[in-house]
Structure formats: structure tokens, C-alpha cells
């Protein structure tokens, strides 16, 4: 059996990629271009009274200038459902310039479309937009007051509220309680390329190229807004420049540049400037949790209650799901967990990477981090001696765990047991030096609907397997070519993955890292089909020399089908096709996930560690080093899942340590809208990186039991980096990011 | 076109003033003269990518902010989006696209960052590269302090900063 | 970014001529601050004049023994000079702090001095500042003003300057040589740069069309033992929170000369005179450097936002003072 599945393959793409050839959404070349510039509301609440163009129609070259006046209506907006789940899946529930009214600032209130991109960008510059202002909402300072459970956020899939056991009676019975707040920046995603489309109409079909997780949720959002047949509407997205959950939903600058197009009758280009991307395509949103242990002496915990806060849209009652994983990672009987919202003059929130789980296992793991101490146990001891045997939520089994191992292994690459656990032991000149830890959980959903690929060989034995998901730096062109020759037995390198087109067979948007395990089972499964549709024909062949015999005896390696009898009568799939004058033979396969009841806690687990050394007079904390050891099922290639959660770690690191927006409560306008002003981390600040893999079999996720990396890498980070800083220095600081003010305040 | 304020047309004196509308302008781009038609205020970037059709080099902020359009002007590496297309009449433009030989054998810091896996998204790759190129050949390598700070000028959101490293290191010590 | 003229000047005098006649001109030199404001559209000229071939670069020994930096030396190019990094190490230190390796190769040194604040309302059109638009009022004052300062700041204005270099520079007593319609003239560093008063817009005493030449470091043999110290968030490729250039000598154990100035506190490159005072003489060790320390700040006006800057700038001048006398470095 071949088993091009876990190799450390290189990027397919990495050619394309290293030499600039690798195209993206906005660089796509046609004859005509137009360039568009989306015009921001620079107020936060109010309404446009005038906007006058005269100034801006004077740049020459300008083509369009579209505002609430002119700009055509939307057909129907789509429910906001997230775009794991297959169908139409808008950002907000909420399409700009419909009329006069604004939500919140940055809020698209004109369009200006222009024959080149200085034009554009100057014309919009020149547009006069007059406004009557509203005194602004946005803080949770501000907000507070009106805060309401919402019976339900995400799009309407988890409750506000919910609960196991007796919380009160949880708590009558603990020993000790610890009980904490922790509050939380805004984070933008500010991945290196800004979101952007391009938008050509061809009579009345419509071509874009999107910078979009899921072409498909492009299409189908983008259709319903036009009122356009889906037959009628292709979206290409072969190379996204990084997402981190910003093109995870669909914003409105695909429609608007389909609208635009449409005015223009040329091709239009909408490339968001990097300001725009704090303003136009989500956040995670400022907030606040409270967090109640209760515990016995010995360690157990008796109760938990997880409480959050935070704004949310005018339209949508969103908050990220922070209370997913947390109710999730400990035999705790006795549970409450709650949601509370208040309307605010912004747009609604969004998945950023680790969305939820990194803000809720930070809260949970500090304190866990301070029960450790209240307890005199040791932090990984701790979580052992409260390790969940099977999912606390639903009492059903894990589908896979790995935690201990991960406690384990983590725990011995990293030395973690050198430590001495007394806070302010160690120092190093100006330094003190500390270690900590954290557990990580991210859940393993399965995608809303079927997920589809198509697998085909062509007579010379090489095959073309396809399906619609980009390529936005997870490796998935690499990887799923791995998926297809072990499937069908041949060499990875006759296998080639095309991607990023909805003539393709239907992906749910690659999201919430159910992309590898969804794709490679749509793949797995099409490749199959092939194989044995190959196999079953060799056998019915009386020119084959597998004429006759038992499928279910017939192996397939390197592309050559044997037959486990005696003579071991073999063909290869290219000898069936040439010999039989068929070009190719190809497959579809339909991958239909468990659904959401399935019996299983579907969870990935991990430990973090981190060493991070605290200047306390002047402030500063440096990561040292990191080690993360994490059980992610089936590992599809080392070298790629290594980059992805290595990549997460340091995310972790920035959430720690760097990243905030704010918004400013006279104004409700971003204090942070740059990569100078909001902080993103550089080559200095990130140390090396340990990854322990620990492969666990998970035969429910998906065929292949993978169960995805682009969260739990984050998920925990924080909070390593946050109880070491508590043991360098002794001081608990609950936030998001710990800045140097937090230390020497 | 259109020209606004009768000021704009007139020359300073014993300047050669051009534009505000296009101008020809020829740029040596990758070896290669390269005549183009821009007004004064495109950047050295946008005529890179919208005029010559030249997308390596990115556009990640087209503020000085993330390195993502890091290009050579006469050997050094400068910043693409704060450039003016005109002021690089007479010097050698070199991106990423120019890195490889005339036969597409890549250069050793495109093959180290493949094999070292030293980007995802791709997208602050080819900046980084022209970073990491440009690195080697001022000194700044002696170790990995030293490639840490120096790098620090090109973003990388995916965070591959450790693997980036080790493909600078890679080629330093010729592995 | 709005319609330019671009041309390139042969000579000092025709450039100097062609922008002190028209108000709506600017230099163009490393264009790292012209560019990205002028898109921003807080800068607008509608003519350029690039400066860039003028003879004006290099990084000479000047007669004193002290060091001429021509005004169009690229920022890596004057750290790269052995002379510079030998005699002046806080200048290297302070060059090599500042930007990214990227901006420095553009950046002139004449362009550095020159280079606006980086206050975020000052860049965004959007928001009122007196800086950009006088009488419009400052947005800082009541808004998100953790960067801003606390030393030299007005009413009216309360953007920190974000120069590492000059702050260098001021600890030395530099000198800034201009050529002007008036003729040549040359500035005291501390002269140079202007608080912002009632006047918030006027950062230089320069009258427009007035071009740095050359900058001038006297002869301090106290440089050879100096550094700069820059605390902020990221590790790099981010303007100070605070900073200080320092250059210090003992003479048994006594502060025999000694030069402090700080960045990322003040509304200028914030020569530290007071400190120097209670310094000077004084026996090295913690109690002088943390009472000079607090003397210089004694009349600092933080925001609610800014107010850890006080403390974390004497602590900034504390270690600075420590790390020299210690003849060590910050790790």
C-alpha cells in the first residue's frame, strides 16, 4: 500500500509562491479594467443627508460614483448562517448604501469607480459625503447597562444559555472558589493581503475572482444578493493571501463589485485598502468573562461558570462561540454558561482564528492556572486529576482524545518539570524567567451539508482530482494530492489537486479547520469511487488479465492493480484505458458527514508551554521558546500541519502580547486602522517553535479521522504565555494583551 | 485629459517638470527597458503591478508598514509602495520575478524557502525573499538574532518566522 | 493620492528655487513620509521636486574630529560608517533601532529630521488636529493617546515625535545646516525642532522651500561610551514608547560628562537638561540617576491613557545610566 498520506511533502504551489508567478483575486489581468474604492462612513452612527461628487467627477477618469442613491437594490438578503454549513453565509445581515442610515463607522457609504487605480483612490478622496451624527455606541464601558441574554448566537446554531447540573450546589461544595474577570481586546485578522475582488459580466453571467475561504459560499451569497441564477454565476479563488476567519464569510465587496461591473461595463477591481480592513469584513469583538471555579481540596472541581459580555451589531447576535471548548475540557458536574449581548454602533463581529475557544480557554486555563496555585498541585496534575473520561456536555464518548498524551509529551519536550513552581524564582540579570501552561480544545465539526470532489485518470495514468475550496495557505492542492494516491494506489506525484473554482464539485467554506477533514473526505471518497470503478471494470474485462477475479481481492500500487491469487495477475489502470481507446475514466464522490447529534464528543485537544522572560522594571515580556503538543487525528502531511500550528502558536504569542484595537468611545471609530498602529508580530518576536504531533485514530470525524489544525495551534497559547508570565513575576494580569503598562502598573 | 490650476503646467525654473498627467517613462525592470505611460504619482509598485504586470511584488498596506512590496532599487532593498515610479528612471529595478536565471532554475533562497517550508499563504513571499536575499548579502546572517531583527521588516501574518529563518540560515551555511 | 508634477533637480540652488517660490512644492527626498502622506492626503503639494541626485550624501570626519553627515545619506548608510560606529555608537544604535531595514535604505537623514508625527488623528483626514488644520482642534487630547506625550506637549497638540536618530542627536548637540532663499543657516538641534505651543503646525523654525544640507555632531569624546535604549511593545519595526540616548564618563565613580535625551515622550527629541544637571558631578549609582530620572519628568501632563509613560521613562533613564556605568549592555 502507498501511503503518500503524513509524508512531509513540499507545497505544490511552493514554485508559484516563490516566484511571484502565484496569481491572487485582484491580479487578474483583462482588457478594460476598472479600479473601484469603497468611500467609509466617517462617522459611527447617523445618516447621510448629502454627498456631493462634483469634486470627485472632476478627477478624470472616473466612471461611476455609486452611493445610496444610485446604487442598484439588493434582491434579498440571506440569512447570516455560518458558511460551514454550506448555504448563502453574509458577514452581517446588513448590505450598505440600501439607504441613508449608518451603523457604524467605516460603513460603505459610496463606491467610486475609476479607469486606474490613482484615479479611483483620488476621486473617492474628493467626495464630499455630509452626515447627521448620532451619538455612538461601542464599548462595553458604554454598553453594559443594556446588555440581554439573546436566546441564541452563531447564526442561531448555540443557545445564549446553558447549563448541566446544579451550579449553586456546585459551588456550596467546593472548598476553594476562584473567581475572575478577564477582559479582551478587538482583534482584527489583517492577513497580508487585504480582501479584494475582480469582477467581469459576460452578457448576463458573472465571473469573479474572490479572496474567499469558500468560492462557493461566494457564489451562493453573491447570487442571492443579485438575484442572479447560481447557474449564471463562477467564482475563482486559486490563491488567497491568508484569511484568519476575515474571508471565512462573505463581506459585501464581492456584490459590490458585481454591481459595479454592471454600472461600468468593464471589469472592476475592488482591492480594500488595508485601513478598510478594520471596517469592512469583521473583528473579534472586544469582551469580558467572568469566570467562577469552585474546587475541593484535592483538586476536583464541583463547579464552573462562564459568563461573557461583548457587542454585537445593529442586525445580528453574534458573539464568537467562547464557551464551546470550556464546557467541554473537564469532568465538571456542575456547569453555567451565558451569553450576553448589547447592540452597538459596529459591524458584526466575526470568526478570527481560535474563534471562541481562544478566548474562553484563555479565561478557563488562567484560572485553572490559579487554582493550581490556591491548590498546591501542579498545573498539569491539576488538569489530569479533572480530565473528562468522555464529554461532559453531552456524557457521550470522545470520538478521539489524546489529551494525556499531550500533557505528557508536551510536558517532556519542553522540561516543564524543571521548573521550580515558587512564582519570582528565577532571574537572569534584568530577567526574570517563567514557564507556563495551558490545555487547548477546539471542536472538530462536521460541515452542514455533503462535500464533494471529482477524481479522474487519464490514459497515461496521471489523474486530476477536483473540488471548489481555495488554496489560502493550509496546503490543501499538497496535501489533497496525497489524499488521492493513497486512494487509488498511485504515486503522489502523478496526482494533481485543482482547486478554487465552483465548476468544480461543491466545499463548504474551509472554516473552523473542518477544511482537511471535509476535503480529503470528499477526495478520499471520489478517488475511491475511481478506484474501484477501475477495478470492477479490469474484472469484467475479458481482455484483462483480472478478468474474473474478486474485487475485493484486487490491490492497487503504483497505479498497477493485483490480484491476491496465485500468478498474481496484475494490470495497470493506464494498460485498461489504452487498450480499450478511452481517454480517461472519472468519478465523483459525495462525502455526507455525521450530522450535529451524532453520539460523539467531537473535540481536538492539546498542551501548551512557554517560557517568556519579563523585564518588571521596564515592562517588556519576550517569548523564549514555545512547545505545543497536540493530537489532531490523522495527520495528513507533517511539514504543512507543522507550519500551520507553528503559525497558530505565534498567534497565540500576538494575542498575548501585542494585538488590540479599541474603540474610542466619543468617536466609535478603531483607535488602530494600520499594521503601525495595530500590532501584528514580527520576525523578532516570535521564538522557535516546538510541535509534538500526537496522532490519535478518530473513525467518526470523517474517513480519513482527520480532524484539522488551524485553531488548536492557537487555542491555549495565550494563556501558557500568561501563567508564565505569573510565574516570572508573580503577578496575575487577566487581559488581552499583557503590555508593558500591565507590568510595571 | 484634464488639467486643473493653470500652476501645474509650469515649468520651475531650470527644472524639466512632468506630468501631472501620463508621462512616458522608461524603467529598467529585471534587465529589461520597460517604457510605460504614468502620471507622476504612481507609485513604483502600481506600475509594477497594474501597468507592467509584474504581481510578485504585493500590495499588503501601501503604507511602509508590512515589506510585502520589498523590491531592489540598484541592489538595495526598498520599499516598492513609497517609491515614485519616476524617481527610479535610470536605476535598476529588480523583483522577485527577476530572482530566478533565465532558465527558471531558482535561486538558493527560493529553493530554501520551499524545502524549509518557509511560507502558507504566500502572499509577504516574494518581499521576504527579496529580504532574505538582500540580508545575506549585507551580513547580517552571523546568527539568528541577527536575522530576526533584520527580517523584521517583512511581515508574515501566517507566521512562518522560525521556518524563514532556517531558510536564511540554510543558504548562509550552503545546506 | 492627488494629481503631482514631478522633476528631478540638478543643483542644490535650482530645487532650493523652484519650492521657496511656490508654496505647493515639496522636496522629495527618501519619500518615506512625502509618499505615505501624501496618499493619505495629509500632505498636499502638487509639485515634487526629487532631490535625490544632489550631491549632498556622505559621512565624513569633519575638521573637530567631529562627523558631517550630508543630508541625503540613507539612515543604513551612516550606520554601516565604521567612523559612526566607533565614535558615536548611540547614533548607530538609534539608526539601527529605528524603521526596518527597508526604510532605512530609502530614508534620508535630512528626511528623518523632517518627518511628521506619527499620531494617528494627524494621518486620518477625518479627524480634527490642529496640526494638519489649525483651529480644528486635537483629537488626542480626549481620544486614544497611549503613544502620545508627556513632556512639551500644549493644549493644542500632544503628538510625540517619532524620530529615533534625533533624539541621538539632540544628546549631542548636532547641528542642522540648511540652504534657503535666505542664504545658508545653521540650527542648534534643540533650536530645530519646535514644541507645538499655539502653533502645533509649525515643527520646524524652516521657511518653506528651505533644504537641509548637511548635519553636524561635534567632537564628544563622551560618545564613545553611549547607547540608546528603546522600550516598546513589538521588537522591532515600531516607534518607541519611550527611548533614550545616553553618553556618560566617570571619574572615579563621579559623573565626569554626561549627555541624556529621551524619545517617545515628548512633542520633540527631548533633550534631558535637568537631568543632566543633577547628574553631572554627582557620584555615579542608583539614588543620582533615580533622582534625575525624577527631577525630568517632575513636570510631565500625562493623558489617562499615557500616564505609565512617567514612570517607565525614569525607569528607561535609570537603566540606561546603570547599563553605562556598568560598562554592560541590555541583553
Redesign the interface.
Known amino acids: 500500500m502507498t501511503t503518500a498520506i503524513g509524508q512531509p511533502l513540499?507545497?505544490v504551489?511552493?514554485?508559484?509562491?516563490?516566484?511571484?508567478?502565484?496569481?491572487?483575486s485582484t491580479?487578474i489581468?483583462a482588457t478594460g479594467m476598472a479600479h473601484a474604492c469603497l468611500v467609509g462612513a466617517?462617522v459611527a452612527a447617523g445618516r447621510v443627508t448629502a454627498v456631493d461628487a462634483s469634486d470627485a467627477w472632476?478627477e478624470?477618469?472616473v466612471l461611476a460614483v455609486l452611493t445610496h442613491e444610485n446604487l442598484p437594490r439588493i434582491a434579498a438578503q440571506p440569512p447570516l448562517v455560518p458558511s460551514l454549513f454550506g448555504g448563502p453565509a453574509p458577514g452581517e445581515t446588513f448590505f450598505p448604501m440600501q439607504d441613508d442610515t449608518v451603523h457604524y463607522g467605516g460603513q460603505a457609504v459610496a463606491l467610486v469607480v475609476a479607469d486606474?487605480?490613482?484615479r479611483a483612490?483620488?476621486a473617492a478622496?474628493l467626495l464630499r459625503v455630509e452626515y447627521e451624527e448620532s451619538e455612538p455606541l461601542t464599548t462595553i464601558e458604554q454598553g453594559r447597562d443594556q446588555a440581554y441574554e439573546p436566546e441564541a448566537i452563531f447564526g442561531g446554531f448555540l443557545p445564549g444559555h446553558s447549563a448541566r447540573g446544579d451550579i449553586e450546589a456546585g459551588l456550596e461544595k467546593a472548598d476553594t472558589v476562584v473567581e475572575c474577570t478577564y477582559t479582551f481586546a478587538a482583534n482584527n485578522h489583517?492577513?497580508?493581503?487585504?480582501s479584494g475582488t475582480t469582477a467581469m459580466w459576460d452578457g448576463d453571467e458573472l465571473l469573479l475572482h474572490d479572496a474567499t475561504q469558500g468560492v462557493n459560499a461566494t457564489q451562493l451569497t453573491v447570487a442571492a444578493l443579485l438575484g442572479i441564477p447560481l447557474s449564471k454565476i463562477r467564482v475563482l479563488g486559486h490563491?488567497?493571501?491568508?484569511?484568519?476567519g476575515c474571508k471565512a464569510m462573505i463581506w459585501h465587496h464581492p456584490a459590490l463589485a458585481a454591481l459595479a461591473a454592471r454600472e461600468v461595463g468593464r471589469p472592476v477591481k475592488l482591492?480594500l485598502?488595508?485601513a478598510q480592513m478594520f471596517t469592512s469584513c469583521g473583528h473579534r469583538e472586544e469582551q469580558e468573562q467572568h469566570i467562577t471555579l469552585g474546587a475541593t481540596d484535592d483538586g476536583r472541581l464541583t463547579a464552573l461558570r462562564h459568563h461573557k459580555l461583548s457587542p454585537t451589531s445593529h442586525f445580528d447576535d453574534w458573539a464568537e462561540p467562547s464557551l464551546n471548548s470550556a464546557a467541554q475540557m473537564y469532568a465538571c458536574p456542575n456547569y453555567e454558561g451565558a451569553y450576553r449581548l448589547f447592540r452597538a454602533n459596529t459591524m458584526t463581529p466575526t470568526f478570527m482564528r481560535g474563534p471562541g475557544d481562544s478566548t474562553g480557554l484563555f479565561a478557563l486555563e488562567c484560572a485553572m492556572d490559579e487554582l493550581a496555585e490556591r491548590t498546591g498541585l501542579d498545573p498539569i496534575e491539576l488538569r489530569l486529576r479533572n480530565f473528562a473520561d468522555s464529554d461532559p456536555v453531552s456524557g457521550n464518548p470522545w470520538s478521539s482524545n489524546g489529551l494525556k498524551e499531550c500533557y505528557e509529551r508536551g510536558a517532556a519536550r519542553f522540561g516543564w518539570y524543571e521548573r521550580d513552581p515558587e512564582p519570582r524564582s528565577r532571574r537572569?540579570?534584568?530577567?526574570l524567567i517563567g514557564t507556563g501552561m495551558a490545555a487547548a480544545g477546539y471542536p472538530a465539526p462536521p460541515p452542514g451539508t455533503p462535500q464533494r470532489a471529482r477524481a479522474r485518470i487519464y490514459a497515461d495514468g496521471s489523474v486530476v482530482v477536483q473540488a471548489a475550496t481555495p488554496e489560502?495557505?493550509?496546503?490543501v492542492a499538497t496535501v489533497m494530492a496525497q489524499v488521492a494516491a493513497d486512494a487509488l494506489g498511485v504515486p503522489v506525484e502523478r496526482c494533481r489537486f485543482e482547486k478554487g473554482d465552483t465548476d468544480f464539485p461543491g466545499i463548504a467554506a474551509a472554516v473552523g479547520s473542518a477544511g482537511a477533514g471535509m476535503i480529503s473526505a470528499a477526495v478520499h471518497t471520489a478517488a475511491t469511487a475511481l478506484r474501484d470503478q477501475l477495478v470492477r471494470e479490469a474484472v469484467a474485462d475479458s481482455g484483462s488479465p483480472l478478468h474474473g477475479a474478486d474485487p475485493a481481492d484486487v490491490a492497487v500500487r503504483d497505479g498497477v492493480m493485483t490480484v491476491s491469487s496465485p500468478g498474481a495477475p496484475s494490470e495497470a489502470y493506464a494498460d485498461l484505458l489504452q487498450r480499450n481507446h478511452r481517454p480517461d475514466a472519472e468519478a465523483s464522490g459525495t462525502w455526507n458527514p455525521p450530522g450535529l447529534d451524532t453520539p460523539y464528543g467531537m473535540l481536538t485537544f492539546g498542551a501548551q508551554f512557554a517560557e517568556v522572560a519579563v523585564d518588571p522594571?521596564?515592562?517588556?515580556v519576550?517569548v523564549r521558546r514555545m512547545t505545543g503538543a497536540f493530537a489532531p487525528g490523522r495527520v495528513l502531511n507533517t511539514?504543512?500541519v507543522?507550519?500551520?500550528l507553528?503559525?497558530g502558536m505565534?498567534?497565540g504569542l500576538?494575542q498575548a502580547?501585542?494585538e488590540a484595537n479599541?474603540m474610542?468611545p466619543?468617536?466609535g471609530r478603531w483607535?488602530?486602522?494600520?499594521?503601525?498602529?495595530y500590532?501584528?508580530?514580527?520576525?523578532?518576536?516570535?521564538?522557535?517553535?516546538e510541535v509534538e504531533l500526537v496522532e490519535v485514530e478518530d473513525r467518526v470525524v470523517n474517513p480519513l479521522g482527520v480532524k484539522g489544525v488551524g485553531e488548536i495551534g492557537q487555542v491555549g497559547a495565550n494563556a501558557a504565555i500568561a501563567n508564565a508570565v505569573h510565574h516570572a513575576t508573580g503577578r496575575r494580569i487577566r487581559k488581552m494583551p499583557i503590555?508593558?503598562?500591565d507590568i510595571?502598573? | 485629459?484634464?488639467v486643473?490650476g493653470p500652476s501645474l503646467t509650469e515649468r520651475g525654473p531650470g527644472l524639466e517638470e512632468r506630468g501631472p498627467?501620463p508621462v512616458p517613462v522608461t524603467l529598467s525592470v529585471n534587465g529589461a527597458e520597460r517604457e510605460l505611460e504614468i502620471?507622476p504619482?504612481?507609485s513604483l509598485l502600481?506600475a509594477l503591478?497594474?501597468h507592467l504586470?509584474?504581481?510578485?511584488?504585493?500590495?499588503?498596506?501601501?503604507?511602509g508598514?508590512?515589506g510585502?512590496c520589498t523590491v531592489w532599487v540598484d541592489g538595495r532593498r526598498v520599499l516598492a509602495c513609497l517609491t515614485l515610479a519616476l524617481s527610479c528612471e535610470g536605476r535598476e529595478v529588480t523583483?522577485?520575478?527577476g530572482?530566478?536565471g533565465p532558465d527558471g532554475e531558482?535561486h538558493p533562497m527560493?529553493r530554501a524557502?520551499?524545502?524549509q517550508?518557509a511560507?502558507?499563504?504566500?502572499?509577504?513571499?516574494?518581499g521576504q525573499?527579496m529580504s532574505a536575499v538582500a540580508l545575506t548579502a549585507e551580513g547580517h546572517t552571523r546568527d539568528?538574532d541577527e536575522?530576526?531583527?533584520w527580517?523584521?521588516?517583512?511581515?508574515?501574518?501566517?507566521?512562518?518566522?522560525?521556518?524563514?529563518?532556517a531558510a536564511v540560515r540554510a543558504v548562509r551555511d550552503g545546506t | 493620492?492627488?494629481?503631482i508634477t514631478y522633476s528631478r533637480a540638478a543643483d542644490a540652488a535650482g530645487a532650493i528655487t523652484t519650492v521657496s517660490s511656490d508654496p505647493t512644492s515639496d522636496f522629495l527626498a527618501g519619500g518615506t513620509t512625502e509618499i505615505d502622506l501624501l496618499?493619505q492626503?495629509v500632505l498636499t503639494p502638487r509639485r515634487l521636486v526629487d532631490i535625490n541626485a544632489l550631491p549632498l550624501t556622505g559621512v565624513e570626519q569633519a575638521p573637530d574630529g567631529g562627523l558631517r553627515i550630508g543630508a541625503l545619506a540613507r539612515m543604513s548608510e551612516v550606520a554601516a560608517s565604521p567612523l559612526v560606529r566607533e565614535r558615536f555608537p548611540v547614533i548607530a544604535e538609534a539608526l539601527e533601532s529605528g524603521a526596518s531595514p527597508q526604510l532605512r535604505n530609502m530614508a534620508s537623514m535630512g528626511g528623518n529630521l523632517m518627518q511628521r508625527v506619527?499620531c494617528?488623528y494627524y494621518?486620518?483626514?477625518?479627524?480634527p488636529c490642529n496640526r494638519r488644520e489649525p483651529g480644528t482642534g486635537c483629537?488626542a487630547v480626549?481620544?486614544?493617546s497611549r503613544g502620545h506625550a508627556v513632556l512639551g506637549t500644549s493644549e493644542h497638540c500632544i503628538a510625540t515625535h517619532p524620530s529615533d536618530v534625533a533624539v541621538a542627536l539632540a544628546a549631542l548637540d548636532a547641528r542642522v545646516h540648511t540652504h534657503g532663499s535666505r542664504g545658508e543657516q545653521t540650527y542648534s538641534i534643540d533650536d530645530f525642532f519646535l514644541t507645538p505651543g499655539h502653533t502645533p503646525h509649525r515643527e520646524h523654525p524652516l521657511e518653506h522651500g528651505e533644504l537641509i544640507t548637511a548635519i553636524e555632531v561635534p567632537s564628544s569624546p563622551v560618545a564613545r561610551r553611549s547607547l540608546y535604549l528603546k522600550?516598546r511593545?513589538?521588537?522591532?519595526?515600531?516607534?518607541a514608547?519611550v527611548s533614550a540616548a545616553c553618553a556618560l564618563s566617570l571619574v572615579d565613580g563621579t559623573i565626569a560628562d554626561v549627555r541624556l535625551a529621551l524619545g517617545g515622550v515628548a512633542t520633540k527629541p527631548w533633550r534631558a537638561h535637568r537631568a543632566e544637571g543633577v547628574l553631572l558631578g554627582a557620584e555615579a549609582g542608583r539614588e543620582s540617576f533615580t533622582e534625575a530620572a525624577r527631577v525630568e519628568l517632575a513636570d510631565a501632563r500625562p493623558t489617562a491613557n499615557n500616564a505609565?509613560k512617567t514612570?517607565?521613562a525614569q525607569?528607561?533613564i535609570?537603566?540606561a545610566l546603570e547599563t553605562l556605568t556598568a560598562n554592560g549592555r541590555?541583553?
Open positions: 513540499e507545497r504551489d511552493g514554485r508559484a509562491k516563490v516566484t511571484g508567478s502565484a496569481r491572487y491580479e489581468p466617517q472632476e478624470p477618469g486606474t487605480h490613482e483612490q483620488h478622496a489583517n492577513p497580508l493581503e487585504t490563491y488567497v493571501g491568508g484569511s484568519f482591492a485598502t488595508r537572569e540579570g534584568n530577567w489560502f495557505g493550509t496546503g522594571e521596564l515592562g517588556m519576550r511539514r504543512t507543522r507550519s500551520q507553528t503559525g505565534l498567534w500576538g502580547l501585542l479599541h474610542e466619543r468617536t483607535a488602530a486602522g494600520s499594521l503601525g498602529d500590532l501584528i508580530a514580527v520576525n523578532a518576536d516570535a521564538p522557535d517553535v503590555t508593558i503598562e510595571i502598573g | 485629459m484634464s486643473r498627467g502620471e504619482r504612481v502600481d503591478r497594474e504586470d509584474l504581481t510578485g511584488p504585493k500590495k499588503g498596506c501601501d503604507q508598514a508590512c510585502a523583483t522577485i520575478e530572482l530566478a531558482l527560493q524557502f520551499i524545502a517550508d511560507f502558507q499563504c504566500g502572499y509577504c513571499t516574494p525573499i539568528d536575522i530576526k531583527e527580517m523584521s521588516g517583512n511581515l508574515c501574518r501566517c507566521a512562518a518566522y522560525p521556518h524563514i529563518r | 493620492m492627488r494629481l496618499r492626503n506619527r494617528p494621518r486620518d483626514t477625518a479627524s483629537s480626549e481620544g486614544f522600550v511593545d513589538r521588537e522591532s519595526y515600531e516607534f514608547l505609565f514612570g517607565l525607569r528607561v535609570v537603566r541590555t541583553s
